[in-house]
Nanobody
Framework: QVQLVESGGGLVQAGGSLRLSCAAS????????MGWYRQAPGKQRELVAS???????NPQDSVKGRFTISADIAKNTVYLQMNSLKPEDTAVYYC?????????????????WGQGTQVTVSS
């Protein structure tokens, strides 16, 4: 069993900052990548940024220069530092991890999701 627990969401004014954290725990064998997605009301879930265990990042164009994804592999934790927040960044943010676990074996990866954390940016 693998769990992802997020923290750090909240309400902030436009131009402000928030830092999201997500820790993975359980019967983890290997993490391939971790990332953050978001879903605004009435919209589809979209990738915000991802990071591989090798440190390669893939931020969405709309957050480049404002959001920074990082990871502490030893702690199975991924972070999202969000600066210069805009009202259009308002959404539920979900942590995602691609993990091989004791139940699937070393070479079979599955997607795991956190429960989501609300980020609201007021204008």
């Amino acid at each position: 069993q693998v769990q992802l627990v997020e923290s750090g969401g909240g309400l902030v004014q436009a131009g402000g900052s928030l830092r999201l954290s997500c820790a993975a725990s359980g019967s983890i064998l290997r993490i391939n990548a971790m990332g953050w997605y978001r879903q605004a009301p009435g919209k589809q879930r979209e990738l915000v940024a991802s990071i591989t265990t090798g440190g390669r990042t893939n931020p969405q164009d709309s957050v480049k220069g404002r959001f920074t994804i990082s990871a502490d592999i030893a702690k199975n934790t991924v972070y999202l530092q969000m600066n210069s927040l805009k009202p259009e960044d308002t959404a539920v943010y979900y942590c995602n991890a691609v993990i091989s676990s004791a139940s699937t074996g070393w070479d079979l990866y599955s997607d795991y999701w956190g429960q989501g954390t609300q980020v609201t940016v007021s204008s």
